[in-house]
Each structure stands twice: as structure tokens, then as C-alpha cells.
């Protein structure tokens, strides 16, 4: 039983880790109904960007994050200026291959700028198993319960934002209808500005946490392929959806590799979550929590 | 002024629903088909013929292939490099164990294996939708991967987990394995390619075809003027996956020779047949081809110009490659969404008017 309690604990906080990832994807969806593929590579260029900023630069950790930030900020600036600007109105399945020209674009100077070996990151989050449950007989890295406690203080800062700032309203009105938010006088550029800065931060979020569990290295833009099933699983609109289908992949998974994998074999997880998430969609086609679609002809 | 068809009468209902009904059309693919079986392996060396033309007609088909499924049903699919895997492991499979039924039937069966596969991932279309299908084709691809990694029945129990196409002859000739002359096995996937396009072209301009297009172009209405959308989608999923088999088969036994799963269908494989389409043209057999050509020949040029012109080394080319393709499909989404095919058809447009665009 103790033993079922630590393979689903540790399912939940890997899920935590993935529900960062799938949070980048929820914003820029919802605010303008790009499925960014880019997601995973953003990760993985802040993250790089963070490790070089500290090491070629020398710079403390926390002016290392607020560089990174701006050069995130600089980034999604960058991206509606050269390339959303001229995407408006595409079919979403244009935007989506451009974010997948992004990624190879992020990717490939992620490396030339810093470099393409394995790197270290550290800024100081605590390692190693927690002391308290590991007296109880149950191991927990103490990175994850970090990793937990921020994706959870995010998730609050986001909704307050979302809630209760001006920008936020704006946002939210923009992913209700663009066309009615052009006509009270709200700037789409602007929006997508602030959305992918805010998403270009919850990717560095995510950078920091997945790479300080296994190093910066290019895997690391493999985790949006993670983040997919607990995308659709949570439905694409819906902030609570990507947190909660996080953890219900993570937990599936983990316990379908322990009790389940070794009877096929193993390495089960590159799919599992994907089977496990199209099993929801079959009696919820648009997610746990994705907004109802209604079609009219 | 060279292309209209004013003064082309069609005195039956045969003529008129003709797979080319305009003269100028017809002569341009008896042209390209002349050039392509009789030009073409005259004129260039090895090196053409294995390394670029090779790998962009059995592109092609792979793109032709998905299409079907994207441009002309709708269905979008991430699935494209385990469904190449299905087809490249079952005409393995069929080659060690039937090896006197000969390879081009091998090779259809093959493709019939991987429409069946096909159309069990294409359940779920009936019931989710847009890019939540997308996702959960990618269920397909990791699945199939990992099946053809696990389980040793598929690669025969070998040590290594590759799969080797053994060498077959086709009248006395032979076409697979590492002896095969690229002239044969050019010959070979062209004639693929050839039958098997002006298949599409004609599929779609059928009845399947047009019931494929009224469930793209809206499924609830389509529904309601009696389109059975369970029909519909899942045979654009079996004739697609039909096609990608195919296409993987030969990816497998003629072109590569042998294969490994990981490396050899994994999802960059499904993410570049999709660049081919839209780059080449949702809906258009002709922007399957253009796609497929320019994606192939891209890369390779970039990289000759880069490695022998300038004289980078392959690591910063490699880099700069990748952020030069990234580049490219961003300004080329930019320019002109709607793909090669579509440029094409402006041609045309002015071709008609021309020399007096009045």
C-alpha cells in the first residue's frame, strides 16, 4: 500500500511538471487560438538562455531570471512583429505549422548562441528526498514538492491576473471574441504581445524545473510532447483543465509503468498518457473542462 | 493564349468528364510522364537518382497520401511516420515470408495492411474533432513506434531491432537490397507514383472525393444532405493510410534498405510530410508533388552551399540549416498560405489571358 501511495504521489508531482508545460499552451490558445507548438523549444531556449546568462555572463541568479524575462519579453515582441502581424485571420492549422517553423528557428539558435552540450542548472532549488515522508517510508524529491508549490502560486497569480487587472479583462475578452474586443478599442497586438510574454515566462518557469531535475539539454523540447495529452485531456481553453489532466496523466502513467508496464515490455510512457487521453475524449470530445462546442450549420 | 479551351468541343459525356478535359493539360502530363521514364534516367547520374529523386517521389506518395486525409477530408493527422512504419514492417515482414508472390504485389498488400491499421486509429475522428484528432494521432505514432521497438516477432528477432530488405528481381531484375541499380529502382517507385497519382487525382474527383470535400468543408452539413460522415472519414483514413503504407514500404525496401524505428519514422517524419502539403497545397494532388520537391531539394541544397560554399563546419551548418528551413516555411506561410499548388493556378489564370491580359 505504502508502496502504491509513493508511485502515485511521484505520478502527481511529475504531472505538476507537465501541467507547467501544458499552462504556456492554454494561454496563447486562449487568447488567440494558436496551438503553439513552440512551447517545448521556448522551454528549452529560456532555460538555455538562463544557464548562459549565468555562466558566460557571471551573473547572479536573480538578475540571470529578470535578464531571461526580458529577453522572453524581447522574444514574443519579436514573434507577433515578424510573424503573427501577418498571420491574422490564417486557418488555425497555418498557424499552427508557423509555430512549428518557430520551434526549428528557437531551436537552432538556442544552440548556435550557447552552445548544445548538456548543462547544469542550479539556482539553488532544494534536492534530494524530503525528510519528513522518507521517515514515513515513502521517497519525494524535494524539487518536485518546489515544483508544486510554483505551478500552484503561478495558477494564483494567473487567475488574479486574469480576474482582476485591466489587461487581464482584455485578455479575457480577446479570447471571447476577437472581433468584438477590436471594436471596444482593444489591440490585438498588444494582447498577443502580453500573452506570449506570459507564456514565453511559464515556459522559463517550466525551463527551470525540468532543468534542474535533468540538466538543459535539447530533450528538454521533447515535454511538449508530453504536455499534449494533458492538453487535450484538461481541453485546450481551460487553466484548471491543464493543471488537474497534469496530474491525472502523471498518475496514470506512473502507475501504468510500475504495474502494468513490465508485462509488455516497458517504456510504456512514450504513449500511455496519449491512449489514457483519448480514452476521456471518447465521452468528452472536448476535454475535461474545454469549453462545450456547439456547431451550427 | 496557349492555354484555353475555347475551341475544344466535347461532343459526349465521356469527353466531357475526361480526368484532364482540357487538351494543353493532357499533353503536359504525357510530357511529364515521356520525361520521367525516358528522360530523366538518360540524363542524370546516381547521385541524382539516389539521393534527391528517390526520396522526393516516395515523398510524393507519402504526401499524396496525406492529402487525401488532410487536404481533401479534413482529418488532420500527426500520425504519418508510424503509419510508413506499419507499411515499411509489414512488406518486411511479407518479404522474408512470401518472397515468391513478388514485390509489387508485397508491396500492395502492404499498403492494404496499413489502411486496416489506419482505419482503427481513425475511429476516434468520429467522435473528436480538429486539433484534438490531431493530438490523439499521435497516440497512433508513439504507439506503433513503440510496438515495432518491443515486440521481436516484427523485426524478426534480430539483435539489433533493424529490419534489412532482402533482395528481390523483377524481371530478372533486381530492386531491393544493396545491389539494386538506382536506374531500377528509380524506374520502379516512378511507376509507383505514376499509377498511383492519377489514382488520387481520380478518386477525388469521384464520388468518394466529393463526399470527402463536403466533410472538410463543413461535417454537420455535409451530414445533413445525407453524406455519412462515418463512411466518409474513415475511407479517407484507409485510402491515406493505404497510400503512407506504400510509400513506407518502398521508403524501407528500396531507398534505405534497412531501417531502424526510432530514427527512421519517428514524428519529424509525420511533421514533414504535413510541411510537404501545405507548403505544396491542401486539396491538390499537383501541391503533394511541389511540396515534396521542394522540401527534399531545400535541405540539400542549403547544406551544399553552406558546407562547400562557405565553408562552415557541419555543426553550425547543421544549426543554421535548421533555422534557414524554420525561416523559410514561416515567410512561405506568409506569402502565399495556400501553398505551391495555388501559385500554379494563378499561372493558369494568367496563362489564358496572356499576351492580352484584357
Known amino acids: 500500500m505504502l508502496f502504491f501511495i509513493e508511485v502515485a504521489l511521484s505520478g502527481l508531482m511529475a504531472g505538476v511538471m507537465y501541467s507547467l508545460v501544458a499552462l504556456g499552451f492554454v494561454l496563447i490558445f486562449k487568447a488567440s487560438g494558436i496551438f503553439n507548438f513552440a512551447q517545448g523549444v521556448m522551454a528549452l531556449f529560456a532555460a538555455l538562455t538562463l544557464v548562459g546568462l549565468m555562466e558566460k555572463f557571471g551573473m547572479p541568479v536573480w538578475l540571470a531570471i529578470i535578464g531571461t524575462i526580458a529577453v522572453m519579453i524581447a522574444l514574443a515582441w519579436l514573434i507577433e512583429r515578424l510573424m503573427l502581424r501577418h498571420l491574422v485571420n490564417q486557418e488555425p492549422i497555418i498557424l499552427f505549422m508557423a509555430t512549428i517553423g518557430l520551434a526549428y528557428v528557437l531551436e537552432g539558435m538556442g544552440d548556435i548562441m550557447w552552445g548544445s552540450d548538456v548543462k547544469v542548472l542550479d539556482i539553488g532549488i532544494p534536492q534530494g528526498a524530503w525528510d519528513w515522508l522518507w521517515d514515513q517510508g515513502i521517497y519525494i524529491e524535494k524539487l518536485e514538492m518546489f515544483a508544486a508549490a510554483t505551478a500552484a502560486i503561478m495558477v494564483i497569480v494567473l487567475a488574479i491576473f486574469f480576474q482582476k487587472t485591466r489587461i487581464g479583462r482584455a485578455l479575457r475578452a480577446v479570447a471571447d471574441d476577437h472581433q468584438a474586443a477590436l471594436s471596444v478599442g482593444i489591440s490585438l497586438h498588444t494582447i498577443w504581445v502580453v500573452v506570449w510574454s506570459v507564456s514565453g515566462i511559464v515556459a522559463l518557469v517550466a525551463g527551470i524545473m525540468w532543468g534542474s531535475k535533468s540538466g538543459v539539454q535539447f530533450s528538454l523540447s521533447l515535454i511538449a510532447l508530453k504536455a499534449l495529452p494533458v492538453l487535450i485531456l484538461g481541453g485546450f481553453t ?10 491525472i496523466i502523471g498518475v496514470g502513467e506512473k502507475l501504468a509503468e510500475v504495474y502494468f508496464g513490465p508485462m509488455v515490455g516497458g517504456a510504456i510512457e512514450n504513449w500511455f498518457a496519449y491512449m489514457l487521453a483519448l480514452a476521456f475524449l471518447l465521452f468528452r470530445p472536448q476535454g475535461l473542462f474545454g469549453e462545450k462546442i456547439i456547431e451550427r450549420v | 493564349m496557349f492555354y484555353r479551351e475555347t475551341g475544344q468541343f ?23 510522364l515521356f520525361i520521367t521514364f525516358a528522360v530523366v534516367p538518360m540524363l542524370l547520374n546516381q547521385y541524382w537518382l539516389n539521393a534527391i529523386l528517390l526520396p522526393f517521389l516516395i515523398y510524393s506518395l507519402a504526401a499524396l497520401g496525406l492529402n487525401i486525409l488532410t487536404g481533401y477530408c479534413g482529418q488532420l493527422s500527426l500520425g504519418t511516420g508510424g503509419f510508413m512504419a506499419v507499411g515499411a514492417f509489414s512488406v518486411y515482414k511479407l518479404m522474408v515470408a512470401f518472397p515468391e508472390l513478388g514485390f509489387i504485389p508485397l508491396v500492395i498488400i502492404s499498403g492494404f495492411i496499413t489502411a486496416a491499421v489506419g482505419t482503427l486509429f481513425g475511429l476516434p475522428s468520429l467522435r473528436i474533432k480538429g486539433f484534438y484528432l490531431a493530438v490523439a494521432t499521435l497516440a497512433a505514432q508513439f504507439f506503433l513506434i513503440w510496438l515495432f521497438n518491443k515486440v521481436g516477432w516484427f523485426f524478426n528477432y534480430n539483435a539489433t531491432g533493424m529490419i534489412t530488405s532482402p533482395p528481390m528481381t523483377l524481371f530478372g531484375v533486381i530492386i531491393t537490397g544493396p545491389e539494386a541499380s538506382p536506374v531500377a529502382k528509380y524506374y520502379l517507385v516512378a511507376g509507383f507514383v505514376a499509377v498511383f497519382a492519377l489514382l488520387a487525382k481520380n478518386i477525388a474527383r469521384g464520388r468518394i472525393g466529393r463526399n470527402w470535400m463536403a466533410i472538410r468543408d463543413m461535417d454537420i452539413a455535409a451530414e445533413l444532405i445525407g453524406v455519412r460522415p462515418l463512411v466518409a472519414k474513415l475511407s479517407a483514413f484507409a485510402v491515406s493510410s493505404f497510400y503512407i503504407g506504400m510509400a513506407g514500404a518502398l521508403y524501407f525496401a528500396v531507398w534505405l534498405g534497412s531501417a531502424e524505428p526510432t530514427e527512421a519514422f519517428d514524428i519529424n517524419q509525420s511533421f514533414l510530410v504535413l510541411f510537404m502539403i501545405i507548403i ?6 499537383l501541391g503533394s508533388f511541389l511540396g515534396a520537391a521542394f522540401l527534399v531539394v531545400m535541405p540539400i541544397m542549403l547544406k551544399n ?27 512561405f506561410l506568409i506569402v502565399e498560405p495556400h501553398g505551391l499548388a495555388r501559385l500554379w493556378r494563378i499561372a493558369k489564370e494568367k496563362l489564358r489571358l496572356w499576351p492580352f491580359p484584357y
Open chain 1, 238 to 247: 481551460s487553466v484548471p483543465g491543464a493543471i488537474i489532466g497534469g496530474m
Open chain 2, 10 to 32: 466535347k461532343a459526349s459525356y465521356q469527353d466531357d468528364q475526361a480526368l484532364f478535359p482540357i487538351d494543353q493539360d493532357r499533353y503536359v502530363i504525357f510530357a511529364v
Open chain 2, 305 to 331: 552551399i553552406l558546407v562547400d560554399g562557405f565553408g562552415t563546419n557541419t555543426a553550425l551548418a547543421a544549426h543554421i540549416e535548421i533555422i534557414t528551413v524554420g525561416i523559410l516555411i514561416i515567410g
Open chain 2, 280 to 285: 505544396g497545397g491542401l486539396g491538390s494532388v
